[in-house]
Every structure is written in C-alpha cells, then in structure tokens.
C-alpha cells in the first residue's frame, strides 16, 4: 500500500481505489479475526470475512497497478458495505522522508 501510493495517484477514480484499499486494510488488521481463529470460535465465519476484506484490498490495488477496470458497480457497492473512516484519505500512507536522529523527537 505504501510502495503503491507513494508512486504517485493520478486521478480521483485512482485516489477513490486506493482509499478503499486503505479501508478495507485497516478493517482486516483490526478485526478480531485472527484471534477468533487461533482461539477456535466460529472460524468459518472468520475465515470467511478475512477473505473478503484481502480480496477487497488487492482487487483495486491489482485494477491500479495493471491498469484495468473493476466490474461496473463494484467499488460503489463495496464503499456502501464497507464505509467506514470516512476521513480515510489514501495520502495517510505517503511515507514521511527518512529523519535524522537530531530531527526526530522519539528517538533519543
């Protein structure tokens, strides 16, 4: 995701598709999936959401680095289900250039 947006978004409907990545990311990392997995309860059902929130990561992620389309409605249909973070902006995964130790105030 990092590597994709710092390559550049040139247009909305780009910037719109890696947003939704962006969302669809954050709602797979924090779920309770994994856990619910590992602790052996109604892991179909988590099974099955962790597929679809990765299917719904790299479906736009693969239309923006091979330059394809999405299936007309997909993305809107998606945006609807999956709405959350509405601040989300794809730009939050531009990577900050490399600080020295003098300029970063975490690390002493």
Known sequence: MVRRVN???GSALQRQLLTQA???LLLLQSSDWSFILRAGTTTDLARERIQRHLD???RPMDALNN???LPAGWLDAVEREDGLFPL???ADWVSRPDLT???NPVVK
């Open 101 to 103: 130790l003098e300029q």
């Open 22 to 24: 962006g969302r669809e």
């Open 56 to 58: 719904r990561f790299w």
């Open 67 to 69: 330059n394809t389309s």
């Open 7 to 9: 390559s550049g978004v």
């Open 88 to 90: 989300l902006n794809a």
